[in-house]
């Protein structure tokens, strides 16, 4: 009896700490669920980003390019510091916006006009992915979270509007 009572106390404790490790974590799991996904879909921009950097030869294209990268790198480290995120959960996933294999096949191998619009076309798809993904936290309880999401969604609505632009002046 003496041991049942035991299995039932230790039982008891071990749930009362996982309630107050989730009471106490400051990203819900939402937040980490968009991490998850978001880190894995920063990455695909930034390959797309570097390959338009061999790529390309437009100036607009080539600092398009550098200007996703410099901004996405940072936000991938930022999220991947979050308590609780699994870099590898999501990755390979395909997201709202991610482009498959053929598709990153495609972009490698073309090159000039080819290239920047197939470039363009397929970053606003991956940005217009991103945004949505975003929304889904952008009124999350916490603040770095809602913030993070927020500058996302600003900057890549502006890059697309940029990209439109772009793609119609080609």
Not at 128 to 150: C, P, R
Request: glycine letters at 4%; hydrophobic letters at 45%.
């Amino acid at each position: 009896m003496k041991r049942v009572w035991h299995v039932i106390f230790s039982v008891l404790l071990l749930a009362g700490c996982a309630i107050a490790t989730q009471s106490n974590s400051e990203y819900s799991t939402d937040d980490i669920k968009f991490a998850e996904m978001m880190i894995p879909h920063h990455e695909q921009a930034i390959e797309m980003s570097e390959i338009a950097l061999l790529n390309s030869t437009n100036p607009d294209v080539l600092q398009l390019a550098q200007e996703i990268k410099d901004a996405q790198s940072p936000e991938i480290e930022v999220m991947k510091d979050w308590d609780g995120v699994k870099t590898s959960t999501h990755a390979g996933h395909m997201m709202d916006g991610m482009l498959n294999e053929k598709e990153l096949s495609e972009l490698r191998e073309a090159k000039g006009k080819e290239f920047d619009a197939l470039f363009l076309q397929g970053m606003i798809k991956h940005h217009e992915g991103a945004i949505e993904m975003a929304q889904a936290v952008v009124n999350s309880k916490n603040k770095a979270v809602a913030d993070l999401a927020t500058s996302i969604i600003n900057a890549q609505e502006m890059e697309i509007a940029k990209m439109k632009e772009l793609l119609l002046n080609s």
